[in-house]
């Protein structure tokens, strides 16, 4: 399993896991990250810093965008509240409280210059949300309103940073001031869709699926008189030119999901108004090896027969039944 950043606190939601019952509104959290960096340790009381301009460490090397930074120790008394400070201003998408981001970082601890984490050796760029308790509030504070494409130095005190309590884990202590570069790769909200070419759907027998990408949920049609498939059916609507899906890794999706007899929807992102990450170690078969192999940024249509669902198992209080088969629209933003 590939090492993770202590930063995630990833949530787990909706009828697809294999836990899922109930209502769009279920929710519940993963296992907590086994690596160092900004994933929140508890839920923040403290109120919002005062953002002020430094003093903030030399970038020393490293000074391109997604180039891995060596940053300069701190001198001095670094302030007691949030040091931000742009040092690429990038064009892209504004990043705003609640969004999904994906960046390359780096965290080091202003006394000391000791590296606790980075994202640049392990070669996988962090996919978290901004959201209180699933971040530390220096980030959150601190990157809200900048576009993607942009590099962001923080200077983060304990007070939004781990606590008093600190990260024994990670090295840091309860007084610690840790020194983030932060590369902003892209950001995802509830409007957020796939992005690449669209794939012809000619099977008759299959259903079809809306290739929109405005944030929308796409339309799912169900072939009028066609019996469901008896086996998994997997294919592009929209085939992205991101990195291919492993067995084990949680993506970050937009779906929803419509039951083949009726034609209604069971399931959906778009109606919650939130994006979801999945770990596809933790959801029905159907899902696992529909979205296995699937490259990030496409729109997928899967079809799941009973027995790659929920089987003699489906949740209580939904629609879906025995013999149900689920067909899916989902969006593969990223892999977290």
């Known amino acids: 399993m590939r090492r993770r950043s202590l930063l995630i606190a990833v949530p787990a939601a909706g009828l697809v896991t294999l ?13 907590a990250s086994d690596s160092a960096s900004p994933s929140a340790s508890a839920t923040s009381a403290a109120p919002p810093p005062r953002i002020v301009s430094g003093p903030l460490p030399a970038v020393t090397a490293g000074t391109e965008f997604d180039e891995k930074p060596t940053v300069a120790k701190g001198t001095g008394k670094p302030s007691d509240q949030l040091a931000v400070k742009t040092l690429i201003a990038g064009s892209g998408r504004t990043v705003a409280e609640n969004d999904y981001i994906q960046a390359n970082y780096l965290g080091q601890i202003w006394d000391t210059g000791k590296v606790f984490d980075n994202s640049y050796d392990r070669k996988t760029p962090l996919v978290i949300q901004l959201a ?8 959150r504070y601190g990157l809200a309103g900048k576009k993607t494409g942009s590099r962001v130095e923080l200077a983060v005190p304990p007070t939004w940073g781990y606590g008093p309590q600190g990260s024994a884990q990670a090295g840091i202590k309860g007084t610690d001031t840790l020194v983030f570069v932060i590369d902003l790769q892209n950001t995802f909200n509830a409007k957020s869709s796939a ?3 669209p794939v012809a759907q000619h099977d008759a027998d299959l259903p079809t699926i809306g290739t929109n990408t405005d944030g929308r949920a796409p ?11 008896k086996k998994l059916v997997s294919r592009y609507v929209i085939e992205g030119d991101g990195p291919a899906v492993g067995s084990g ?14 034609g209604k929807p069971f399931d959906s992102t778009y109606r919650r108004k939130a994006l979801q990450p999945f770990s ?15 490259k990030v940024g496409s729109r997928v249509l899967v079809v799941i027969p009973p027995d790659q669902g929920y089987g003699d198992n489906p949740p209580k209080n939904s629609p879906i039944k025995k013999d149900s088969t689920m067909v899916f629209s989902v969006d593969v933003l990223a892999k977290m």
């Open 132 to 139: 209180q308790g699933r971040i530390i509030d220096g980030w």
């Open 19 to 31: 836990a899922g019952c109930g209502d769009d509104s279920s929710d519940s959290s993963s296992k």
């Open 249 to 262: 890794d949680t993506v970050l999706v937009q779906y929803q999901g419509v039951l083949w007899d009726t």
């Open 219 to 229: 339309e799912i049609k169900i072939p009028p008189g066609k019996a469901a498939p």
């Open 195 to 197: 992005e690449g070419r």
């Open 280 to 294: 596809l170690q933790q959801v029905v078969k159907g899902w696992a090896e529909g979205l296995t192999g699937k």
